[in-house]
């Protein structure tokens, strides 16, 4: 689908491109484009959009590079991070000729939220180096979003693996460490979308072009400022995820270890009376107290005793 947005005196007026685009067009969107989508605005524009495999690379080179005027940028971008299977997709914006030309997909929130904030806040969208940045700013914002709502979990699990003044209580590991992993995997991710966006931003400051205003570079620093300070915190959260991790791998294997215990416990206690249970089995044809009626009582008595001191001793000990 190719979604073109013109400026008017309220904000940007989006419309469906279903032939040539617009000439009036600030901002060419496509998303999950057909090949004839692609193929014309190839030919409207004189451009060569990036195909799904070259915005999958994950060289430098073929991600940020100028070419025939125009600036192509391709950065790696969350999505679905407050669902089961949060995913990175990778967007390709295109800058150049007073138009911005964005190459995605997937439907991303942050292009739903920034286009709807542009369609009445006509100042954000001067100019295509300006719509740039403001969906950059929109993209790290839900990346916060994502990354604050993974902090607010993972608060929640440090409660569930130490409880603080709770009740013992039967502990559910394979789900802790579920959701240990999940939010793992989400700030894994974001990670690696800051790091392709802290590429992106660099290439554009130290860029020449004459669309990138001093206004422009400005806000590019903000970003960079929020990406960085988004990226420190993603690296606070990895390391406390990690210890959670290994807390709770060694909680289980505290809980395996006493159960070991218990078995070996029982197995201590009884040794003895399986012994004596073995001896007075012996088939000899004299054994003491074979014929005493008294016999079976004193040999249940023996294995009791004996049965009874080794725990008499461990719980002295300490050990139990």
Known sequence: MLSAYLPTAQGLERQEVHGEPPAAALWLDLLEPTAQEEHGLERALRIEVPTRDE?????????????????????????????????????????????????????????????????????????????????????????????????????????????????????????????????????????ESLVSLARLLAFLQESADARITPEVRASLRTVTRDVSALSDHATFLVGKAQFLLDATLGLVTIDQNNILKIFSVVAVLLLPASVIVGFFGMNFAHMPWLHEPWGVWAAVGLMLVTSLGPYVYFKRKGWL
């Open 55 to 191: 915005m999958r690379a994950i060289e430098t080179s073929n991600r940020l590079y100028e070419d025939g005027g125009w600036l192509y940028l391709t950065a790696t971008v969350l999505y679905r991070a407050d669902t089961d299977h949060p995913e990175t997709t990778q967007v390709t914006f295109i800058l150049g000729e007073g138009r911005l030309v964005t190459s995605r997909y997937a439907a991303l929130r942050s292009f739903s939220d920034f286009s709807a904030y542009a369609a009445t806040h006509p100042t954000a969208c001067g100019s295509a180096a300006q719509l740039l940045v403001g969906l950059l700013n929109a993209i790290v914002n839900r990346l916060a979003d994502g990354l604050e709502r993974v902090g607010t979990e993972i608060d929640a699990l440090s409660l569930q693996v130490f409880p603080r003044g709770r009740a013992a209580r039967k502990r559910d590991y394979q789900r802790e460490l579920q959701q240990i992993g999940g939010n793992g995997d989400v700030v894994s991710r974001a990670r």
